[in-house]
T-cell receptor
């Protein structure tokens, strides 16, 4: 079974631009979570989607948004990019059936904001 | 707020020795505690997890212990090998019903296993 895939793997943007990252979960997984990883702040939870609805949200500004499609694929968007948004953005999927809460991570999208 | 503290930040051991990484969490309602291994250029990979109704779990050379009273859990790696070198993250989560919850991660431990 294929793992979580994320596209693109690398991205360079300039301040003020906006970016969209994509995540395809493991087949059959219905929950998708997004995390930001930086050397200074570590791994921080952005948001979680299940059945096209945002179920949990972390402490990030409204410039960070996401959505989930009917096939469970998810996208996250960052508007008005800032230098501090440079990070590895990780997507994780889970089966989400009672105790099946194990989250499987993709390889991430490395975003560099210049 | 929710917080997970992880120690040490770096750990260097000789091949064949044991390695222990410790985490404490602040939210007493947390009931799911996974450990992830992250190699350079890759996403975190789950290596073992434990739920609050279990005190210890073992998988070959890896074991995790949980002390709910102290809000403390640890990862034990025995007979370390060079390929165990990576960054290890602990995490805590509150999972209830169909809500998988969000993972709160520790700051990570860079483990170096010297041949």
């Amino acid at each position: 079974k294929a793992g979580v895939t994320q596209t693109p793997r690398y991205l360079i943007k300039t301040r003020g631009q906006q970016v969209t990252l994509s995540c395809s979960p493991i087949s059959g997984h219905r929950s998708v979570s997004w995390y930001q990883q930086t050397p200074g702040q570590g791994l921080q939870f952005l948001f979680e989607y299940f059945s096209e609805t945002q179920r949990n949200k972390g402490n990030f500004p409204g410039r960070f948004s996401g959505r989930q499609f009917s096939n469970s694929r998810s996208e996250m968007n960052v508007s008005t990019l800032e230098l501090g948004d440079s990070a590895l953005y990780l997507c994780a999927s889970s089966l989400d059936r009672g105790a099946q809460e194990t989250q499987y991570f993709g390889p991430g999208t490395r975003l560099l904001v210049l | 707020g929710e917080n997970v503290e992880q120690h040490p930040s770096t750990l260097s051991v000789q091949e064949g020795d044991s390695a222990v990484i410790k985490c404490t969490y602040s939210d007493s309602a947390s009931n799911y505690f996974p450990w992830y291994k992250q190699e350079l250029g890759k996403g975190p990979q789950l290596i073992i997890d434990i739920r609050s109704n279990v005190g210890e779990k073992k998988d070959q050379r890896i074991a995790v212990t949980l002390n709910k009273t102290a809000k403390h859990f640890s990862l034990h790696i025995t007979e370390t090998q060079p390929e165990d070198s990576a960054v290890y993250f602990c995490a805590a989560s509150l999972v209830w019903g169909s809500n998988t919850g969000k993972l709160i991660f520790g700051q990570g431990t860079t483990l170096q296993v010297k041949p």
